[in-house]
């Protein structure tokens, strides 16, 4: 498996990726399906322009050119809050869970959070009920500080947030 930074080129892999991430599991994103899929590919390819304050992470297995897993890190850009930054959007194509991908995104994430100069804490937000997720969190060292009860409504139910962070 080799990970890198994304950049527009990708813009057509990452947009099927991210568009089965939001049909498969609506539960785990803020974004819908029904409102990413009406964003342009200029869209998304601006959104893969990175910079020191924002980056999107690819995975991708060994011998194959798709995008297997992806994570964004966006920095705060406000003076009072620039030593925090927030992951989103962290999610491996079913086929190739059970490889470490997960794992292996986090842990290169992490690594470029702390060459950041500056950047102190690195905040992200999970369903509650997704276990899994939460497991991988707590074993690179996120700490849940506290869940937005309520902090999503689909189809009807309300589905809680733990808020994690993770002091680098």
Do not use: W
């Not at 690195?122 to 509650?128: A, D, E, G, K």
């Amino acid at each position: 498996m080799y990970i890198r930074t994304l950049t527009p080129s990708d813009a057509e892999g990452y947009r099927a990726l991210r568009l089965q991430s939001l049909q498969q599991h609506p539960e785990a994103f803020l974004s819908s399906y029904e409102s990413e899929v009406k964003l342009s590919i200029e869209t998304t390819r601006i959104r893969l322009d990175s910079s020191d304050e924002h980056f999107t992470l690819g995975a991708f297995l060994e011998g194959e050119q798709r995008l297997a897993g992806m994570a964004t890190l966006f920095r705060e850009s406000r003076p009072k809050i620039q030593h925090k930054a927030n992951v989103y959007a962290v999610y491996v194509d079913p086929a190739a869970r059970k490889h470490g991908v997960g794992r292996a995104l986090m842990l290169e994430l992490i690594a470029r959070a702390k060459g950041a100069p500056g950047l102190e804490q690195l905040t992200l937000t999970v369903t509650s009920s997704n276990l899994s997720a939460k497991r991988l969190y707590e074993s690179l060292g996120f700490v849940c500080y506290g869940t937005e009860p309520r902090a999503m409504k689909l189809d009807g139910e309300y589905l809680d947030e733990d808020l994690m962070v993770l002091l680098l």
